[in-house]
């Protein structure tokens, strides 16, 4: 099993829709959890952490189940700036060092 | 101001050849890595260096060398390239690790490899 795991889609959705992504995570111990969102031919560039008791930024939402394990992206009513791929990143800590692990990354075209 | 930059944005080069690929970031972050992405997009951690020092070595072949010459300098020197090292390579920094919430990850903008 993949430490990371990710549909890597692509998700094709209209402009206004709701999309969810999950990641699901084989470290039980992972600590720190993040969404990164890359654009097309460009670096990754980090669009929120997930904390234990989820939150929200604008119309992102992120959640964390640590006994499924896995964490989810939930955005509201998408824009067409919203197609990029989104990568779920997960840290483990081990001797005061994290070892981060990056999903494969889920495509989103969001389309007019 | 470039947070975290690389030279060069594209290298094209020979089968067999020594390359260089330099980053640098102007973060005063302490750890900085270098990251592969392939073909199909996966993105999978080489090295990290916690100021200068070498924590993270995954299973990449000996031909790849990493220096850090200082915490804001992490190089990655490549001998006898062969075809399938082309990719894109990132480097990134990240605040001091034993931090739990200052471990956002900033991203250079990729060096693209073609290896002919």
């Known amino acids: 099993r993949k430490e990371v795991e990710q549909d890597p889609g692509p998700f094709n959705v209209p402009e206004g829709a709701t999309v969810a992504f999950n990641c699901t995570y084989s470290n039980s111990a992972s600590q720190s959890f993040f969404w990164y969102r890359q654009d097309c031919r460009k670096e990754p560039k980090l669009l929120m952490s997930v904390y234990s008791s989820g939150n929200e930024d604008g119309r992102f939402t992120a959640q964390l189940n640590r006994a499924s394990q896995y964490i989810s992206l939930l955005i509201r009513d998408s824009k067409l700036s919203d197609s990029a791929t989104y990568l779920c990143v997960v840290n483990f800590y081990s001797g005061g060092y994290q070892k981060v692990t990056f999903g494969i990354g889920t495509k989103l075209q969001v389309i007019p | ?116």
């Open chain 2, 1 to 116: 101001d470039t947070a975290v930059s690389q030279t060069p944005k594209y290298l094209v080069t020979q089968m067999g050849n020594d390359k260089s690929i330099k980053c640098e970031q102007n973060l005063g972050h302490d750890t900085m890595y270098w990251y592969k992405q392939d073909s199909k997009k996966f993105l999978k951690i080489m090295f990290s260096y916690n100021n200068k020092e070498l924590i993270i070595n995954e299973t990449v072949p000996n031909r790849f060398s990493p220096k850090s010459p200082d915490k804001a300098h992490l190089n990655l020197h490549i001998n006898s390239l062969e075809l399938g090292d082309s990719a894109v390579y990132f480097c990134a920094s990240s605040q001091g690790v034993a931090r739990v919430n200052y471990n956002e990850q900033f991203f250079g903008p990729g060096t693209r490899l073609t290896v002919l």
